[in-house]
């Protein structure tokens, strides 16, 4: 099992729906969350943290996190054809009190017009 | 300018060539960080150096290894490069305050490709 798992999709939404991305973790201890975008051919850029249980938005954004499931998900609501990009999990694994970034595989999301 | 500066790239090089990639920034952020990514796998990572005499090793270090000239610089080579490092390299930094990574500020990538 990975540690940290996404599927790779496509994953294919019409213009204006609700696209819904979703991230496994097995590390039951992880505390931080990261959600990355990554236009084609550019580097990843932070869209939304979260550290606690419960949903976080910021705009169009929201952010999920369901600690005893393990399980974060992002949502895009109003989808637009230029959030067409993949995004990418991240959760912090600490050893001793150094934490590093694990990333899941990335989800390519397509909003068509 | 860019924060953070790749160099090269782009660069095409045979297997057991020696090859650097030099990454800077202005940020004025202590912490670096090398990552790869290949299709399917996401990004992990190389290594990391949380000052200039701070460095360790990430998830997959072996056949790399780096050098912090400085605070701003941070330098990833491959000693004999082999096909199955032809990848995307990102540099990083970041400036989080505590123990956690923060939010990551990559560079444009340099493409790497060993024939």
Known sequence: ?113 | DADVTQTPRNRITKTGKRIMLECSQTKGHDRMYWYRQDPGLGLRLIYYSFDVKDINKGEISDGYSVSRQAQAKFSLSLESAIPNQTALYFCATSDPGDGGTGELFFGEGSRLTVL
């Open chain 1, 1 to 113: 099992q990975k540690e940290v798992e996404q599927n790779s999709g496509p994953l294919s939404v019409p213009e204006g729906a609700i696209a819904s991305l979703n991230c496994t973790y097995s590390d039951r201890v992880s505390q931080s969350f990261f959600w990355y975008r990554q236009y084609s051919g550019k580097s990843p850029e932070l869209i939304m943290s979260i550290y606690s249980n419960g949903d976080k938005e910021d705009g169009r954004f929201t952010a999920q996190l369901n600690k005893a499931s393990q399980y974060v998900s992002l949502l895009i609501r109003d989808s637009q054809p230029s959030d067409s990009a993949t995004y990418l999990c991240a959760v912090e694994r600490y050893s001793g009190n150094t934490g590093k970034l694990i990333f899941g595989q990335g989800t390519t999301l397509q909003v068509k017009p």
